[in-house]
Each structure stands twice: as structure tokens, then as C-alpha cells.
């Protein structure tokens, strides 16, 4: 997961280049769809750029990943990576269905996120039940808990 | 003297038993505590992701309605709105003769040049502002022409450009450049919202009363229209126009570069043509 945020992080990094310093991105596609894409009204949302908040989203991502495993932390990848996920579905809509063009850089973050989002639902849901004594422990050694442990982490 | 059932081996045995039995049961009762303890964990673990995911679902709707749901910001959606922009277009060019993209008698004795984008909103001020005034007091009475030349502003893409130009150029082909031109700017979308495609395009075309589609088509790939849209950049260049709308106007065939001050009143223009037709 580590791997795949890097990799998603320097994708938005180089869309945010190309938005504040106005080059063309590299696209093997034809007629350059992606240099119509980043310049098209959708490439902002109320006047922040989308490819900088999908950089501030992977940093925070990496954040969660590299912060100490636990409940928390897990809660957190997979807050971030649903959303991710869901902001990405509204960009590829608008490239599909209002622009009628496809960025190559745009769906291979899709793609990330979604790879991401599935894998960090899965290490929630499968994740080691939480102790009293520790951020997480093996499952065979849990002890009962007077309230569900989980909801001490939501903020 | 000590007590009988420590003496007792069966005594022993039943207490093994009995505390074999409790601690048996305190397992299973501790297995079971954790079980029903992990079931809570994944309750709540669902529960929560369920949460996140109406939100995020919620957030992706109001974004989407906020930036315009899923519309088309190009052709009006009802048929009335379609008719109404035909119409207003019928009765402002419909009668004043037509050569490829000059509108108006070809003997006028005065021409104006208009560098235009058919993506540039202020294009659009002009073309619905201060022209029909012009076309209904000039043009139609048969004293100046207009000729509509292209000059890339407003649309970012070159592609873009080229491909409506030479749409509107093919329309010009059968004497309906203006027609397609004075549909695009009262439909025309939002700058930069890439609006412009193909089907846009063909929609817009058949719209177009009287154009014969097939040929319409077809003329689209001469290659002599992306020269003229060319010819049109080189022309706008060398008058040293860098942003539409601009104009060229005098006696037919001395123009000269004409600044108007405004695109939505056509005192200025009444004028300068006035002027012209005096001289």
C-alpha cells in the first residue's frame, strides 16, 4: 500500500506542475486529451486544483500508513481512501461523460485509489481486534470490553 | 485431627472434577465473551464504514450539483429552447444573401471584418449585443457586408479550434456559415468546460435549417477550409490583433483596423459605417 500511495503521490505531484506552471502533460494519446482535461473548467473545485488536493489527499494517506498500526490509523486509510476513491468517480465521470475525454494520468490514479480503497477496507474489516493493554492484539487473546473499543478512536 | 476429605481419594477426585468443570466452563464462557466482543468489533467496524461511505457518497452528489450536475452546458435540453434559439437566428439572418462566411449583399460598399472565437463569451456580447442592430439597419439594406474571419482566444485547444471553424466553414459551403455561426453564440456553453465535441457539433448542424448534412460532412474534410482557418490567424496577425472580438472596416476593400469601444451598443459602429458611407 505503501508503494501504490508513492506511486499516486507522484502522479498528483506532476498534475499539480503542470497546473500552476501551465505545460503540457506527456500523454500518448492523440490530440493530447490530458492537456484538455487539466485545462478544462473541472480541473479546479472552487478555485483549488483537483490535482492538488489529490496530492494532499496522498500525503495524508501515507501518513496513515506510516503512522503506528492500530485501529486508528486503519479507520483513518480507509476514511481517506473512501473518499479518494469517490472524488476520483466524479473526476472520471466529467471526463467521460462532460468532456468526453480520457486523462491517462487521471485514470492511472483512479486506478491507484481504487486499488487502495479495496485494500484498505479489507485491512479495517480483517483487522486484529483492539485491547485494553495495546493499540492491537492477536485475536485469540482478546478479553471482553465494557464498551466497544473502536468508538474511542472516532473524532 | 484433620479434616476426613483430605484423607478421602475420592473426595479428591470429585473436587478435580468439580474444578476441572469450573474452569472448563469459565473457558467457554470466556470464549464465548470474546467472540461476542469480536462480533461487536466488526458491528461497529461495518457500522462506521457505512458511515463513511454515505458521507463520501453525499459529498460527491453535492459536489456534482454544485458544479453543474450532469448537464450539457451547450444546446438548450427542450425542444422550445432549441426552436426559440432557430428562430431568433431565422429572423436575423434569414433573407440577406450569403457567400461562405460573408453575410450581405457582395456589392456592399462597406465591409466589416469580424475576428471572432466562436468559444469567447464576449464574442458572444457582440454577436447578441450590438449586431443585431447593425444586421437589421445595414446589411439587410444591403449597404455593408460582414465578413466572419477566425481568430483562436478563447478555446484552448487547437484541435478544438480548427474542428469548429472548419464546421462552421463547411456550413458556408452551402451558404449557412452564418446560420451555424449565430447558433453557436446564442447556445454557446461555458468557457472551458469542453463543451465542443463531435456530437455537439452534429446536433448544432442539424439544427441548421435547410443544411444538408451528408455534404456537410463531407465538406468538413476538405482540406482547403483548415488553410482558410490559417489564412484567418496569418490575417488577424499581421493587423496585430491578439484577442476577438476585432475588427477590420472601410470602403470594400480598404479596411482598416477599427476599435468600437463596445460590443453591446452599436452607436460606434452606426457611426464609423455612416461615416464610410459619406466619404
Not at chain 2, 460532412?217 to 491578439?242: H, I, Q
Amino acid at each position: 500500500m505503501i508503494v501504490l500511495t508513492t506511486i499516486g503521490l507522484g502522479v498528483a505531484a506532476y498534475l499539480t506542475y503542470v497546473h500552476y506552471s501551465g505545460a503540457t502533460p506527456v500523454c500518448s494519446i492523440k490530440g493530447n486529451p490530458c492537456s484538455q482535461v487539466q485545462k478544462s473548467v473541472y480541473s479546479t473545485l472552487v478555485g483549488v486544483p483537483v490535482a492538488l488536493i489529490g496530492l494532499i489527499g496522498y500525503i495524508l494517506i501515507l501518513g496513515s500508513l506510516l503512522a503506528p498500526e492500530g485501529e486508528r490509523a486503519r479507520f483513518a486509510t480507509t476514511v481517506l481512501t473512501v473518499g479518494g476513491f469517490g472524488f476520483s468517480a466524479y473526476l472520471t465521470y466529467r471526463e467521460l461523460f462532460t468532456l468526453h475525454k480520457i486523462c491517462e494520468w487521471c485514470v492511472s490514479s483512479a486506478v491507484i485509489v481504487t486499488v487502495l480503497m479495496l485494500l484498505s477496507i479489507w485491512r479495517f474489516l480483517r483487522g486484529d481486534v483492539p485491547s485494553p493493554g495495546g493499540p492491537s492484539s492477536p485475536a485469540p487473546e482478546l478479553e471482553p470490553e465494557p464498551t466497544p473499543p473502536v468508538g474511542a478512536t472516532h473524532s | 485431627m484433620s479434616d476426613s476429605r483430605d484423607d478421602d481419594p475420592q473426595d479428591d477426585e470429585g473436587d478435580l472434577t468439580r474444578k476441572q468443570r469450573r474452569e472448563q466452563a469459565r473457558t467457554q464462557r470466556r470464549e464465548l465473551e470474546q467472540a461476542e466482543a469480536a462480533s461487536a468489533v466488526r458491528r461497529t467496524r461495518l457500522t462506521r464504514l457505512g458511515i463513511v461511505v454515505a458521507v463520501v457518497v453525499a459529498a460527491i452528489v453535492v459536489i456534482l450539483l454544485a458544479t453543474g450536475g450532469g448537464s450539457k452546458k451547450g444546446i438548450p435540453k427542450t425542444a422550445q429552447a432549441k426552436t426559440q434559439a432557430v428562430s431568433e437566428v431565422t429572423s436575423l439572418v434569414g433573407g440577406i444573401p450569403q457567400n461562405g462566411k460573408v453575410l450581405g449583399n457582395p456589392k456592399a460598399p462597406v465591409t466589416l471584418q469580424y475576428f471572432g472565437d466562436l468559444e469567447c463569451p464576449i464574442c458572444k456580447e457582440f454577436t447578441l449585443g450590438a449586431l443585431p442592430s447593425i444586421l437589421r439597419q445595414w446589411v439587410r439594406s444591403g449597404k455593408l457586408k460582414i465578413e466572419y474571419r477566425a481568430l483562436e482566444t478563447a478555446t484552448r485547444e487547437p484541435e478544438v479550434f480548427k474542428t469548429q471553424q472548419v464546421a462552421a466553414l463547411a456550413a458556408g459551403k452551402q451558404n449557412k456559415m452564418w446560420d451555424f455561426l449565430e447558433l453557436f453564440y446564442h447556445e454557446q456553453g461555458e468557457e472551458d468546460s469542453g463543451y465542443v465535441t463531435e456530437s455537439y457539433l452534429q446536433a448544432l448542424a442539424r439544427q441548421v435549417p435547410g443544411l444538408n448534412l451528408p455534404q456537410w460532412t463531407s465538406d468538413r474534410n476538405d482540406p482547403a477550409l483548415a488553410t482558410e482557418v490559417t489564412g484567418d490567424t496569418e490575417a488577424a496577425n499581421n493587423a496585430g490583433f491578439t484577442g476577438t472580438p476585432s475588427f477590420e472596416i472601410g470602403k470594400t476593400g480598404e479596411l482598416h483596423p477599427f476599435t468600437p469601444g463596445t460590443y453591446t451598443e452599436p452607436g460606434p459602429y452606426n457611426a464609423q459605417i455612416e461615416k464610410l458611407l459619406k466619404s
